[in-house]
Structures are given as structure tokens and as C-alpha cells.
């Protein structure tokens, strides 16, 4: 058993590293990022195919979905989908009764309500889950089919898919209890601003087929009139309006977030692909191009970039609008602090605007327009608009516009380099010590760039023969290592089979060997 | 009987409940709140060099206002607190990127702003020019924003008068074309500057939107009209 472990972790330890030898589609995590670039500066080029849907529908596909387009995506996980609904619903239901009772009995002991027993017996849920999950894999590593089991594995943690999503609805379950705790606070509007969500999520429910806009157009309405009618209980104070606002939010969008993010009925999906590709066919732009006023040589810089990064590429995996601002809020913090320690002064909007797209071209965030979109059309807009949050996400709205639009021009190139380090024929980065000189047939650096590129490419392609190699001889030792296991088994079964006999009923009663044994020992009595 | 309880009930027990919800409310906001309030957005524009920047930074150090200056992290956006009668007033000032490569993206910036600080170089002839589009592009996009025109660098001037290249009267004829305010400022020496922020703060204040909104049963349709938000981002 124990080496069996082992022999699967460096399966799938083979497997990381040929995902690190490919550029891969998005940013997977922190450590294949310093490879990666790597490979794109020295211009290896993905594979078409690599981007299309995995289902073969001719689509492209996104890392994000699991390799799948938005719509094979959706149809494989409708039934999911629809489980977690129902059960939403159910919960919703069972919180409201909850409620309701804890306001009840919190009528006759005012303030302090019943402890429900929901918490504990959620937590004996999620350990039965935990179980199942637990003897799932452990069938899959000893069922024939465990060849495939590694790769699926290895996609379960990284993306939103059904199987985590346990975990969403755990997630939609914490955020409903700590709303009603919130609620619980203000007693009688507490309980009405519950049933009003609680409506409207579901009246949400029966609108997929309208228009993003028009879902929006609805949430923002709900937005108005609930902050209207708070106005009015909390007489004008809007500092106590905004707050129950954001938990206002917070429930209805962790509801809704699967149908209104990035829904089919907008062309989302194909802006986050467009912008996703032209990011990385951005790839050689520099630090000098941008006027970044950063030196990343400064480790505390440096730290606060790589902070920065990972503050921005969070932000897709977070549900509530405001959540995702903050991602915004805290990627920008980052950006002054590093601009504060190399300027030695605070930041300006002329040094934190390029710093951004910088950051933006660096990162390459996972669905950047959906998520642009999904903010745009489901946060409190008096967030959005005026306050500090608010003054981020336009800067990040200003980097994208300014990456989609970005020309020779505006990196201060000639059109000819600008074209040459787009289609790839030469990179600044290795233009910059050396003089440069004319382009001739042999001694043109774009050229020598190539064959350095080809040789590279050549060496991956043999490397990664070697390791296909490995896996494949890892993959056949494992089988005849359990083949060989099972043989075993089954010898020492067939030599020692085993007998199960009815217990005996009484000592000795039916032991039939027991005439061959020496007669016991009798006391003798010698004559003497 | 009953209706006695219920009297209680309304007017002794909810109260007090109300106050409790109330405290837990402000301890609350202690833990979430990341950034101030802000009531009102103001926006800064102009060539590169004229002095945005600085003016910004003026204005947050100015002892002037009260309130703690928020945002020593960065001069690129500045909420500040103004005493208006027995009202405070936050404006988050938004200084932009004045470097031409982000021109197309100014549109992005001074939507959804109460006013447009355009600031131009008293001592630079063709920073005015740039006033004219910014102005142009306000009254055309934005018809709620009032707009200042803010000549900068005025200390200049005044130690050498040839240096002045904006007639006052030239640019105060243009301005009362367009309806604006027309200031010159000194981020260096100070002067004018409060009065500049003075008056944007108190056109905000006075003007109808920001009074229903502080209003008892405020609803400021101009200022969360969604329609702002569609078309970000997407043109
Ligand atoms: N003498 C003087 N110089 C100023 C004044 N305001 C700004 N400057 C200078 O003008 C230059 C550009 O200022 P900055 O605020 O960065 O302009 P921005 O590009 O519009 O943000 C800096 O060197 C400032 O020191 C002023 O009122 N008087
Ligand atoms: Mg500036
Ligand atoms: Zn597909």
C-alpha cells in the first residue's frame, strides 16, 4: 500500500511538470508562473487545438470550465446544478423556519434566542461527506480504471467543479446562517428584509431567460428599494443603510452568482478568451515600455508585486460583488507600497495607472471581463461609483481598455517593432545588451532568436518523450505490480482456504482428532 | 390586554432592541469597513505637468480640513471630510493618469462625478488647448458635473509677470461661456487652494441631488441611475 502511494505521487508529479513545460492556457498557480514565462519569452506557441473545448464541439474551450466551452460546461453539470438548487431552497426554507422560531421564543425572552441545533448537525453532515469522499477514492485507486483516476484528481482542486460543489453550497449555507444572525439583531425589519430577499432570490429563479442587463436592471431596482425603504426606518443615517446593504448583497449574490455570472445570453465568455490571448500575446512587453516606476531587483518590491499579482487573478474565485472589489482594493495596496519603496514617495495616479497594467499583463487573470461585467452589473452602485473601491475598479477598467486598444504608440515603438514582437520574429528582451544589427540572412538576431527557440523546442520535445516514457513504464510496473499482487492473493487463498465453521457448542464435543492425540496423563501409582 | 403588550411591546421593548441592533451595527463596521464613505466624487484633469498631483496633495494636507488625511499610502485618490454647516461632506478626489497614451480613457474616470476640476499651467500656452476637450467631452457626456477651470502654478507669475502665458480675463470669458468657476491656484505657496475645494464642496452641498440624498426619505435617482454603469468599460 505504501508504495503504491508513492508510485502515484510521482505520477502526478510527472504530470505537473509537463504542464510546466507548456505554457499553460491561464495562470495555474504560483510556482509553474516563473516557468511559464519563461517558455513564453522564448516564444513556444500553444497548440490550437490545446484551447478547444475538450468535448470536440469546435468551441474554445477555458482552463476555468475544465477545458470545456461555457456550454458543454453547463450541460455537463446541469444535473449538479440543479441538485444544489433544490437543496439551496431547502436550506433557505429550513433557515426561515429557524428564524422564525428564534424570533418566536425570542418574543417571550427578548434578546437572547435559542441556539438552534443547525450548527452541529451540519457539522455530522459534512463528516458522513468527508467519509464517502474518503472511500470513493480509495475504490478508484483498486478499480481497473485507476489509470484516469490521477488526472481527474488533479483538476478537482483547482476549479469551481461540481465536486466542490459541496463546497459552494457549504459557502451558501455559512453566508445564509450569518445573515440571519445579522438580521436577528434588528428584530422586527430584520425579519422582513429576510422574507424580501429570500422572495427575491427566488423570484430570480424564473427569470434565467432575460437579458444580462435586464438581471441587472433587476438586482439594481431591488438594491434602490430596499436602501430606500432603510432610509426611511434608520431616519437618513446612511452610514447604518449601507451597512445591512452589503449584507444585503452578500445573500442575494452568493444565490445567484451561478446564473448571472458570465450567463450564456452575453458574449462574456468570448471577450475573456479575446482578452486572455491578446494578454499573452502581449508577453514581451516591458517594465521600460510602460514606464512602470518599479525595480523588482528590491526584494520588498518584488514581494509586494508577486502580492499584488495574487491579490487580482483571488478575485475570480470570490461570489459577492464587494468581495471582489476588495481583491481589487487590496491588488492596488500592494501596488502603491511597491511604488512607494522604489520612488521613495508616495504614488501618484501617473505612476499607479501603468503599474497596473503591468500588474494586469503580469497576472493574466482568470475571466477578467465576466468579472468586470459581474461587478459592473450586480454592486451596490454608491460603492462603485465614488468611494476608494470604486476609484480601483476604474483603474482596472481603464487597464483592460488600455491593454485591448494598446499599440505601437502607446509603448513608444516603431510600427515595425511593435509588429515584429507581436507575430513573434524578434523579443525585446534579448535585443536590449547587445547592439543591434542589421538584418542580414545569418547575422539577424531574430533569426538566431528562432533557431534557439527551434533547439529548445527540440530539447523539451525529447525531454518530454523521456518522461512519457517513465510514466508509461511507471503505468505497466503498477499494473503487474498489482497483477502480481492479486496472483499472490489468490495462491495464498487457494492454499489456506478458509473454513468457517459454526462455533462449537461444547468443549471438545466435536473434536474429531481428539482420538489421535496421547491420551492424557494419568497418575500412576507405582508399587514400591 | 392585548393591546396594552403590544404597546409595550412597541414602544419600551423595540427601542431598546433597535439601540442594541444599533451597537452591534458599530462594532461591525469597525471589523468590515475598509474605506470611508464617500458622499461625492470629484475628478482631476489636465495635461501632463500641470499640476494635478500636487494640487491633490495640497488640498489633503491642507490644515484647512479637518478629519485625518486617510490615504497616506497614495496621492492618487483622496477622501476628505469638509464641514458644511452641521453637515460633513466627504469628496473622494480622483487625480488621473494626464500622459496622452490613457487619453481615450478619461471618459472612464469623470463618469458619475459631481464636479471636474480641469486644471491647466498658467506659465504653458498649450495646456489650454487640452482644457477645451476635457470641457467638451464633460458637457457632453456628463451634464451633472460642474466644472472648474483651475490655472496652476500661479506663485510663477507673480515673481515674474512675463511668465504668465493665460490672459485672466481671456480664460474668465470662456468660462462664464461654459458655465464654470474659474480659479488660480499655488499648490506651492497654497494660495487659492482652499477656496477652490471650498466651493466645489459647497455646490455639491447645495446642490438638489445631495440634499435629497441626506434627506429623510432620500432617493437620488440622478445619482444611482444604472444606466452609468452598462456602457463601462465598452467604449
Ligand atoms: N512653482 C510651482 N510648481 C508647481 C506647482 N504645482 C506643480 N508644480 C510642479 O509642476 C510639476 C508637475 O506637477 P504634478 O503635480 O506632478 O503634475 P501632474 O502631472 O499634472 O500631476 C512638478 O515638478 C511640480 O513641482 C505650483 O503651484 N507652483
Ligand atoms: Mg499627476
Ligand atoms: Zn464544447
Redesign the interface.
Known amino acids: 500500500m505504501r508504495s503504491l502511494c508513492v508510485v502515484m505521487y510521482s505520477i502526478s508529479a510527472f504530470k505537473n511538470f509537463k504542464n510546466t513545460v507548456f505554457p499553460p492556457v491561464t495562470y495555474s498557480g504560483p510556482v509553474s508562473r516563473e516557468m511559464s514565462q519563461k517558455s513564453e519569452r522564448r516564444g513556444i506557441h500553444v497548440d490550437q487545438s490545446e484551447l478547444l473545448c475538450k468535448k470536440g464541439c469546435g468551441y474554445y474551450g477555458n482552463t476555468s470550465w475544465q477545458g470545456l466551452c461555457s456550454k458543454c460546461w453547463r450541460e455537463e453539470y446541469q444535473r449538479a446544478r440543479q441538485k444544489q438548487i433544490q437543496e439551496d431552497w431547502a436550506l433557505a426554507e429550513k433557515l426561515q423556519r429557524e428564524e422564525e422560531a428564534a424570533y418566536a421564543s425570542s418574543q417571550g425572552a ?2 437572547h434566542p435559542q441556539p438552534s441545533l443547525a450548527p452541529f448537525s451540519k457539522f455530522e453532515e459534512k463528516k458522513t461527506n468527508e467519509k464517502t469522499r474518503k472511500v470513493t477514492t480509495v475504490k478508484k485507486f483498486f478499480s481497473p480504471s485507476s489509470r484516469t483516476a490521477p488526472k481527474k484528481e488533479n483538476h478537482e482542486g483547482k476549479t469551481p467543479s461540481p465536486s466542490i460543489s459541496r463546497q459552494a453550497s457549504a459557502e451558501t449555507d455559512r453566508v445564509s446562517r450569518d445573515f440571519v444572525d ?1 438580521l436577528k ?4 425589519p ?1 425579519r422582513d428584509i429576510h422574507k424580501q430577499c429570500r422572495a427575491f432570490t427566488e423570484s430570480m429563479a424564473n427569470k434565467r431567460d432575460l437579458s444580462a ?1 435586464e438581471l ?2 433587476c438586482v ?1 431596482d431591488f438594491y ?1 428599494n430596499m436602501s ?1 425603504r432603510l ?2 426606518h434608520f ?2 443615517s ?3 443603510v ?2 445591512v446593504m ?1 449584507q444585503v448583497e452578500k445573500y442575494i449574490m452568493t444565490r445567484l452568482y451561478k446564473n448571472v455570472f458570465c450567463p450564456e445570453t452575453t458574449d462574456d465568455e468570448k471577450k475573456d478568451l479575446a482578452t486572455q490571448n491578446r494578454i499573452r500575446a502581449l508577453h514581451w512587453v516591458t517594465i521600460q515600455m510602460l514606464c512602470v516606476p518599479v525595480d523588482e531587483e528590491i526584494p520588498e518590491v518584488s514581494d509586494n508585486v508577486v502580492k499584488a499579482i495574487t491579490d487580482i487573478i483571488e478575485m475570480d474565485s470570490r461570489r459577492v460583488p464587494r468581495d471582489k472589489l ?1 481583491c481589487i ?1 487590496r491588488c492596488s ?1 500592494h501596488i ?2 511597491a ?2 519603496i522604489t520612488k521613495t514617495e ?9 503599474t497596473l497594467i503591468y500588474i494586469v499583463l503580469k497576472a493574466n487573470p482568470p475571466r477578467l471581463q465576466s468579472n ?1 461585467q459581474y461587478i ?2 450586480f454592486c451596490n ?2 460603492r ?9 475598479f ?1 483603474n482596472l ?2 487597464a ?3 491593454i485591448e ?1 494598446l499599440d505601437a ?2 509603448l513608444n515603438l516603431s510600427p515595425e517593432d511593435f509588429e515584429r514582437y507581436m507575430s513573434g520574429q524578434a523579443s525585446p528582451h534579448k535585443q536590449e545588451p547587445g547592439p543591434r544589427t542589421p538584418a542580414g540572412p545569418d547575422g539577424s538576431p531574430a533569426l538566431s532568436t528562432a533557431h534557439q527557440n527551434l533547439e529548445l523546442l527540440n530539447g523539451l520535445g525529447v525531454r518530454q518523450e523521456r518522461v512519457l516514457e517513465a510514466a508509461r513504464n511507471l503505468e505497466s510496473d503498477l499494473i503487474s505490480w498489482r497483477e502480481a499482487v492479486e496472483r499472490e492473493v489468490q495462491e495464498i487463498l487457494a492454499k489456506y482456504p478458509l473454513e468457517i465453521r459454526p462455533p462449537p457448542s461444547a468443549i471438545d464435543s466435536d473434536n474429531v482428532e481428539n482420538d489421535r492425540l496421547p491420551p492424557p496423563l494419568q497418575p500412576q501409582v507405582f508399587a514400591g | 390586554m392585548i393591546l396594552y403588550i403590544l404597546y409595550v411591546y412597541i414602544n419600551i ?2 427601542p431598546i ?2 439601540a ?3 451597537y ?2 458599530d462594532l ?2 469597525l471589523l ?1 469597513m ?8 470629484v475628478v482631476m484633469l489636465g495635461k ?1 505637468y500641470v499640476g ?2 500636487s494640487l ?2 495640497r488640498f489633503a494636507h491642507n490644515r484647512f480640513f479637518f478629519g485625518p488625511y486617510q ?7 483622496v ?1 476628505r471630510q469638509i464641514q458644511m454647516g452641521d453637515k460633513v461632506l466627504t469628496l ?1 478626489i ?6 496622452e ?2 487619453e ?2 478619461s471618459r ?2 469623470y ?2 462625478a459631481k464636479g471636474a476640476i480641469v486644471c491647466y499651467d498658467l506659465t504653458d500656452r498649450s495646456s489650454f488647448l487640452r482644457v477645451k476637450f476635457w470641457v467638451e467631452e464633460l458637457q457632453k457626456c456628463e451634464e451633472h458635473c460642474k466644472i472648474y477651470l483651475c490655472g496652476t502654478k500661479s506663485d510663477l507669475i507673480e515673481t515674474d509677470r512675463t511668465m504668465r502665458q493665460m490672459d485672466y480675463h481671456d480664460v474668465q470669458d470662456y468660462a462664464e461661456e461654459i458655465k464654470a468657476e474659474l480659479f488660480e491656484t499655488s499648490s506651492k505657496t497654497g494660495k487659492n487652494v482652499d477656496e477652490l475645494f471650498q466651493k466645489v464642496a459647497e455646490d455639491i452641498y447645495n446642490s438638489t441631488t445631495f440634499q435629497l ?7 437620488d435617482l440622478g ?2 441611475n ?1 444606466s ?3 456602457s ?2 465598452h467604449n
Open positions: 427578548q434578546s445579522f439583531n434588528l428584530q422586527k430584520g442587463d441587472s436592471e439594481q434602490q430606500d432610509m426611511t431616519k437618513g446612511t452610514d447604518r449601507e451597512r452589503d476588495a482594493t495596496k502603491f507600497n511604488i512607494r508616495p504614488a501618484s495616479a501617473d505612476d499607479f495607472l501603468p468586470i459592473t452589473r452602485p454608491s462603485l461609483m465614488t468611494g476608494e473601491d470604486g476609484y480601483y476604474t477598467c481603464c483592460v481598455a488600455f486598444k504608440q502607446s | 421593548i423595540l432592541s433597535l442594541d441592533s444599533f452591534c451595527f461591525l463596521a468590515t475598509s474605506a470611508q464613505r464617500v458622499d461625492a466624487k501632463e494635478k498631483t491633490v496633495e490615504n497616506t499610502i497614495g496621492a492618487a485618490f477622501a473622494g480622483w487625480d488621473t493618469a494626464g500622459s497614451r490613457y481615450a480613457m472612464i474616470y463618469r458619475g440624498m441626506t434627506e429623510e426619505k432620500g432617493v445619482q444611482t444604472n452609468y454603469f452598462y463601462c468599460c
